[in-house]
């Protein structure tokens, strides 16, 4: 008797202890889940308000903002030196920096102007040179949501805290991924159970929009990355090292300024943005901006380019356009007395990972595959928003009077130690995020003492 009960009792013990082992690690990675939505959600609703915007910033252009951006396409066209000319009238005093040629025929061309520290923007009618508008380059609508993006008005550090949110968004879809998991329940996974009134909707509908979005906010978190203001210049400095982005080649033999070309030319692209900008040998005549459009334009650059005028004796026309069509990125430095191209790098000269970094920024902005990519970025922004609301909602309805509601750890220290590994070793591969990481266990473990204190 004692034998038939010692073999039944086993098994049942086993299985105890694998259901109590599964339960610790799902505490755990929820009390991490938990810590990373806490740093994220709010920073989540701005990053996917402001880039749902951003998304379809050529059609709110072309209807807000119709009556600068948008002319009655015309046969005849102005030069770009006769447009600076009447963009001069309209800024008296300011110092022309930058044409940017029409993108379309229906399209206004625009002349950057300096006016003290202020950068102007001037909207003009190609066909007659008639002004438009006149806009600070700050206050144009889409920099101010491209600042509000990127937290850029508060300065770097409140870029870094992107940084490390983007971070922590990797940690969030892959713990929630986990926290999705079917475990043999009925709902939760890709239906949803009761009404609004009760929790288990919110996180029903929590896990099913995490399963629908997960790989979308993954997505967008990864190709935001390079765009930070220490992993992305990491990523720039050691990809143009090894020769897999910037082809530094092309400047070797070849006199450069100390000047990157995003300084002259803000459009330039991820890539090629700390690239050098080159300087003209000396010489006596500048060929003039017309001509430097008209080489370009021989030179098959695509319309819509953005050229910058030199700055002293050895300056150049620096260009670069940034088309929808991935591929078609180009830019080019000339010659600003013989119109010599001193670089020309069009987009299948830079190296992979330039380009598949690119090609990622590209699918962000909505700008690849037309309608259908700008749709699937807003719903990925669209399902962000509501992840957030949904759970703001169960913390809401789960929280205890007086307290944060924060998931308690499990009292199995190994599921704690090993996801907390794994979370720190996600962050190292951020190191912001992991900074971030290393303060959140320190301040959990000082409020944890503390509490033990006051409950002895």
């Given amino acids: ?36 939505g806490l740093l994220c959600l709010p920073f989540l609703v701005s990053l996917s308000a402001t880039g749902a915007l951003y998304l379809f910033k050529d059609e709110i252009n072309a209807t807000v903002f119709a009556a600068r951006t948008t002319v009655t396409p015309s046969e005849s066209r102005l030069g770009p030196d006769r447009l600076i000319f009447e963009a001069m009238q309209a800024v ?60 850029a008005y508060f300065g770097p550090l409140a870029n870094a805290v992107i940084e490390i949110v983007a971070g922590f968004a990797i940690i969030l879809v892959i713990t929630g991924a986990y926290l999705w998991w079917p475990r043999g329940q009925q709902g939760g996974v890709v239906t949803v159970r009761g009404t609004p ?14 399963f629908v979005a997960g790989g979308g906010l993954l997505f967008l978190a990864m190709t935001g990355l390079p ?19 910037q082809p530094s080649i092309l400047w070797a033999g070849r006199p450069v300024s100390k000047v990157p070309m995003v300084d002259v030319l803000p459009s330039t692209g991820w890539t090629m943005q700390d690239a050098p900008v080159p300087q003209s040998p000396a010489g006596t005549k500048p060929i003039g901006i017309d001509e430097a459009a008209a080489i370009l334009t021989r030179l098959g650059m695509p319309r819509g380019f953005e050229l910058s005028l030199p700055v002293g004796p050895t300056g150049v026309y620096a260009a670069a356009v940034y088309p929808k069509d991935v591929a078609r990125q180009r830019v080019v430095s000339l010659d600003q007395y013989t ?77 704690v130690a090993g996801v907390t590994g794994i979370v720190v070793g996600l962050g ?27 409950t002895a």
């Fill in 339 to 415: 119109g010599k191209p001193l670089v020309d790098v069009p987009f299948q000269q830079i190296g992979p990972v330039g380009r598949l970094i690119q090609y990622g920024i590209g699918i962000h902005l909505g700008q690849y595959w037309g309608r259908a990519n700008q749709l699937a970025m807003l719903a990925f922004c669209l399902a962000t928003i509501l992840l957030s609301v949904t759970a703001g909602a169960m913390w809401w309805k789960r929280r205890p009077a007086g307290g944060l509601g924060v998931p308690p750890w499990p009292r199995d220290r190994r599921a």
């Fill in 92 to 151: 008296p005093g300011g110092t022309p920096l930058s044409y940017t040629d029409p993108a379309r025929p229906d399209a206004s061309a625009v002349v950057t102007l300096a006016e003290g520290k202020a950068k102007i923007l001037v909207y003009l009618d190609p066909a007659d040179g008639t002004v438009l508008d006149t806009v600070d380059r700050d206050g144009e609508f889409f920099a101010v949501v491209k600042r509000l993006h990127s937290l």
């Fill in 428 to 454: 190292a591969l951020f190191p912001l995020t992991g900074l971030a990481i290393l303060a959140m266990l320190g301040l959990d473990l000082i409020l944890g003492l503390a509490l033990r204190r006051r």
């Fill in 1 to 36: 008797m004692s034998l038939s009960l010692s073999g039944s009792a086993r098994p049942f013990g086993v299985a105890q202890t694998a259901r109590a082992s599964r339960e610790a690690l799902y505490r755990a990675v929820w009390r991490w889940h938990f810590y990373a």
């Fill in 227 to 245: 765009w930070s203001i220490w992993w992305g210049d990491q990523l720039r400095h050691w990809s143009n090292a090894a020769e897999l982005a």
């Fill in 197 to 210: 009134r009760r929790r288990v909707w919110w996180r029903d509908l929590h896990a099913v929009t995490g």
